[in-house]
């Protein structure tokens, strides 16, 4: 019965996209023109480079080292141990959906357990330092505001993984890689996972910035509206809408606004997570239930503050 109903409204969905085509053709042109450039300008810069950099540091067996010195850190405060100390970090540095990346990798050659995984799924949902600081900033004209909203994304997160971390300390499985490659190979096979995640990254922002548009000028939403229903689909478009409408609110507001953006992180960025764990056996439900949680704690946190 729950296939069935997912079935129609996919169709209903699908229906849905096909009248808006027909019934205004240029509004998909203008949709994918603008993800473009919202990709080549923010995206990709600030995301691509971090991409590459740790899958470099997995494939030359860095990783497994720079875990072992925060290991120390890393199993007091949630009951990890081995490799999702590296994880944790590139998570950190270089934003979503790399955690669910890296996650899925290091689950798929057997350096950690499932249980581990399905965990490390509720809480690795950080923002990119500089997508915040950068596009944020501008966003807001106010870098302390966003300085703000990164800091406290980041308490939220840390604060779920120790909410929900297991009783006992978890250990990785001590399997080791077969071969560690040497830098020159390395660095193709780096930017050629790189290349694949922002590939799909390009293709979700289209395809939700497509929708919202559909949706927003086929039901004449007021500007509110239409940024929230941007910003739910699409992270990225919903923060530039922030800056880009006449909406009438202060800059705390609007801080506030982008921050339940990037919490919950939107269906496209849920989208890549999907795609990320699609050829494993971990359970996207951790990641879903990690953001509402994320956001309850992070807007609570941005009030109290």
Known sequence: MKR?????LA???????????????SLIIESGIT?????????????????????????????????NKLNFLIKKV???????????????????????KYIADTYKRGLITKNSANYLLTFTHFANP???????????????????????QILANIILGIILRPK???????????????????????????????????????FFMFLSKLITSFFHVNIFFET????????????????????VLNEELKGLIILSFITFGSFSVHLQVINNLKDQDLS?????????IETALALSLYLIF
């Open 130 to 152: 500089l997508f915040v600081l950068g596009t944020c900033g501008i966003v807001l004209n106010n870098l302390g505001l966003a300085y703000k909203i990164l800091i406290i």
């Open 168 to 206: 006992e300390i978890t250990s990785s499985k001590k399997i080791i890689l077969n071969k560690k490659q040497d830098f020159f190979s390395s660095l193709p096979l780096a930017i050629n996972d790189a290349l694949k995640v922002v590939i799909f990254m390009l293709g979700s922002i289209t």
């Open 284 to 292: 996207y439900k951790y990641f879903f239930l990690g953001r509402i």
């Open 11 to 25: 169709v209903l969905i699908i229906f849905f996209i096909y009248l808006g085509i027909f019934i205004n053709p």
């Open 78 to 100: 949630f009951h990890l141990e081995g490799i999702s100390s590296f994880i944790i970090l590139i998570s950190i540095i270089s934003g979503f959906p790399s955690g669910s």
């Open 4 to 8: 069935k109903y997912q079935e129609l």
């Open 228 to 247: 929230i229903i941007t910003g739910l689909l699409d992270l990225t478009s919903g923060v530039s809408k922030v800056a880009s409408t006449s909406l």
């Open 35 to 67: 993800s473009i450039n919202i990709f080549k300008e923010k995206l990709f810069p600030s995301i691509f480079p971090f991409f590459v950099l740790a899958s470099l540091l997995l494939y030359l067996g860095i990783a497994e080292k720079l875990s």
